[in-house]
């Protein structure tokens, strides 16, 4: 099956430093997903980017399906960005949305 | 809208005691999931459905059923319950209508199995 792998594992910064989480995949997509999962344990959808890049906010993200990377960008970051971010994607004409291990970030006041 | 409910948020089980972990949306949408996530570890998926009366297997769905018999409903059952099966339940759905298969999650549900 597909192979998802997120970097970094884990992420320490400081309130208002930017990020870069990476999610690598093993072969071509046709769902890409980046969720974040709160302290609480509530997951929320913040991107859905099978290709190109999108921008909410301080939050953006780049899908190169060509390459088989996505990007998540985390600009003057709050404490309130805590948790797990996780990418999720399908492969071809499968429904199964497979995650990645996740990347924990911890902002510090 | 209350989205995706689960029930119940806790449970504690005795080893090969069986239950059934609730999971209802009222946003009409044609897909449904059940994950699992363990300490520390991403969610891996156990089953899911396109739509009413269709099911189909996940990563790991051994130790579980389900059923959907309405577009509403997605119960996931435990038999013989194990420690293995010691985890976070999610459910999930998501409407294909608009193109984008985008999951909406239920709050979560604690299982432990003693």
């Known amino acids: 099956g597909i192979q998802v792998e997120q970097s970094p594992p884990d992420l320490i910064l400081q309130e208002g430093a930017n990020s870069t989480l990476r999610c690598n995949f093993s072969d071509s997509v046709n769902n890409l997903q980046w969720f974040h999962q709160n302290p609480w344990g509530q997951l929320i959808n913040l991107f859905y980017i099978p290709s190109g890049t999108k921008q909410n906010g301080r939050l953006s993200a780049t899908t190169v399906a060509t390459e088989r990377y996505s990007l998540l960008y985390i600009s003057s970051s709050q404490t309130t960005d805590s948790g797990v971010y996780f990418c999720?994607?399908?492969?071809?004409?499968?429904?199964?949305?497979?995650f990645g291990k996740g990347m924990k970030l911890t902002v510090n006041p | 809208n209350a989205g995706v409910t689960q029930t119940p948020k806790f449970r504690i089980l005795k080893i090969g005691q069986s239950m059934t972990l609730q999971c209802t949306q009222d946003m009409n949408h044609n897909y449904m999931y059940w994950y699992r996530q363990d300490p520390g570890m991403g969610l891996k998926l156990i089953y899911y459905?396109?739509?009413?009366?269709?099911?189909d297997k996940g990563e790991v769905p051994n130790g579980y059923n389900v059923s959907r018999t309405t577009t509403e409903d997605f119960p996931l059952r435990l038999e013989l319950a194990a420690p293995s099966q010691t985890s976070v339940y999610f459910c999930?759905?998501?409407?294909?209508?608009?193109?984008?298969?985008?999951?909406?999650f239920g709050a979560g549900s604690r299982l432990t199995v003693l």
């Open positions: 459905s396109v739509g009413a009366g269709i099911t």
């Open positions: 999720a994607l399908t492969q071809g004409g499968s429904e199964k949305l497979v």
């Open positions: 999930a759905s998501s409407s294909t209508d608009s193109g984008a298969n985008v999951l909406t």
